[in-house]
């Protein structure tokens, strides 16, 4: 399987708790929920297809345990990502979780990158991450993740979390399609290139 990522991402960088301001208040975060206001029925359209590629999911234990508790309450079958969430496969890497009910759940919780590679080596078409930023930092600096799939909203929010921190490790990326919607975020989608090139302008071939 390819090993894939959506983030949703504001212009400072910032990562954390975009669904709603009592998603991840860790660090004193408060100001959650600021991808919400750009939404709109083209990003839910191009949500819903990149799902329909999935075979499985991967998550962090913080972004797992918010979607376990409330993806499970919604059984509308016109809801285009309830079925597919809900009954696909699901990993988690965690060193605390005892017990997943999200049912089908895996918990990794010992050499996870070994343990992911294992899974893309399986066939199938996507194991998708969902936001789990500091899970998917360690992968991203494990050379695991193929596509990264980057949201981004119009807006700063000053502080919280960021997907690509200081003291990260380098990754080159190569720009596969790019889009706006009518709400203003900006889709970049990339594919892993390996480690980045460096050059000096102007400098004579």
Partial sequence: MKLTLTEFLT??????GPGSPDEDTSD??????WFVPHLDEEFERLAATWLG???????????????ARDWPKITDPDNPFAGILNGLPKYVASHSLTKADWNPTTIL???VPAQVAELKRQPGRELQIHGSAQLAQSLLAAGLIDTLRLVIAPVVVGHGRRLFPDGGAPAGLRLLSN???PGGLAVHIYESAGLPEYGTYGAEA
Avoid: M
């Fill in 11 to 16: 212009l400072d960088g910032v990562s954390q």
């Fill in 53 to 67: 590629e999935a075979d499985a999911f991967l998550f962090g234990r913080r972004t797992y345990v918010n979607f």
């Fill in 179 to 181: 889009e706006t919607t």
């Fill in 28 to 33: 004193g975060f408060t100001r959650g929920g």
């Fill in 109 to 111: 919780s010992q050499d």
